[in-house]
């Protein structure tokens, strides 16, 4: 009787033990995956590539680009001070993530691409001088603000870099009704791989004007520069010309500042690095292709 009891009392314990198989199985899991956040979150603060553990398994994994650090950016800034980043609000950040996301239709591009620019060229005049108003208010009382100190009518003008840079056209007319706009058109040549001029069109006073020129990504700064080139040779001063764009990086930013460093850069993103492939990462993809349709439905 007695091994019998205590032969019935193993089998109830090891019945016991199997039941708590799974949970332990699923509290391995939990605690698998708790790991692995905490090595994500440690390589974002390192500054590398870290792989998002909820895709691993749906298929190859997809690496994800932590941004530049502010005291990297603070860096940057001091060895290029001729960027300018905007100011990096939560709506700001916003529209780029909708404009980043692979998912972002054709027409929700645009739309959100165009609000993006128009809050570009308006950082872009931040850069024109202005002087003391005093105005005269309804209420019958002064009031001292600012004014321009340049009419833009006169004294701007916008100049895209085809065919990209065309996108930012409209954005600027919202801004600057009736402002004057030419063209350049500068691609890759294919046995030399440098950038070759194809065309320009420039407003005949266009020395005397200051520019805010436009095209949306700065990967290599070789297409920028090369424009740049065809303004001074137009007689524009390097320090009368404001470049805008969406979303920049370091390589091309010092490719810039070394080539033209009285040309002032004002950009949306600051982006980590150029690829193998001079892609700018994390970047957006062809902007161009987006937002005129020409990759997706």
């Known amino acids: 009787m007695w091994h019998g009891a205590r032969l019935g009392w193993r089998v109830g314990l090891l019945a016991a033990r199997l039941q708590q198989v799974p949970r332990l199985e699923v509290v ?25 553990p909820c895709q691993a398994a749906a ?12 005291a990297q950016i603070l860096t940057f800034e001091a060895e290029c001070p001729n960027m300018h980043r905007m100011p990096q609000t939560a709506q700001l950040q916003a529209l780029m993530t909708v404009i980043r996301d692979i998912n972002t239709d054709y027409k929700g591009f645009i739309f959100f691409a165009d609000r993006v620019i128009r809050l570009l060229v308006e950082e872009g005049l931040e850069q024109m001088p202005h002087y003391n108003k005093r105005v005269l208010t309804p209420t019958g009382v002064y009031h001292d603000g600012l004014d321009w100190k340049l009419p833009y009518k006169d004294h701007l003008c916008g100049v895209s870099i085809v065919r990209a840079g065309e996108s930012m056209e409209a954005g600027l007319r919202h801004v600057l009704p009736g402002v004057k706009v030419g063209k350049i058109l500068i691609q890759r040549d294919e046995e030399t791989a440098l950038p ?23 990967a290599t700064g070789g297409s920028a520069i090369a424009a740049i080139d065809v303004l001074v040779k137009a007689g524009v001063a390097p320090e009368k010309i404001i470049f805008i764009n969406l979303v920049s990086c ?13 040309v002032r850069i004002v950009t949306a993103a600051l982006d980590a690095y150029l690829n193998e492939k001079r892609y700018i990462m994390p970047g957006l993809g062809d902007f161009g292709d987006r937002y005129f349709g020409t990759t997706y439905n």
Do not use: C, F, W
């Open 28 to 52: 391995s899991r939990q605690t698998s995956r708790a790991t692995q956040g905490v090595a994500a979150a440690v390589a974002v603060v390192v500054g590398v590539a870290v792989v998002d």
């Open 59 to 70: 298929g190859p994994p997809i690496p994800v680009i932590p941004p530049l650090t502010a």
């Open 196 to 218: 070759k001029l194809y065309y320009s069109k420039l407003p005949p006073d266009v020395a005397n004007r200051t520019i805010l020129l436009l095209d949306p990504m700065l």
């Open 250 to 262: 370091p390589e091309g930013i010092r490719a810039m500042h070394t080539a033209y460093p009285e």
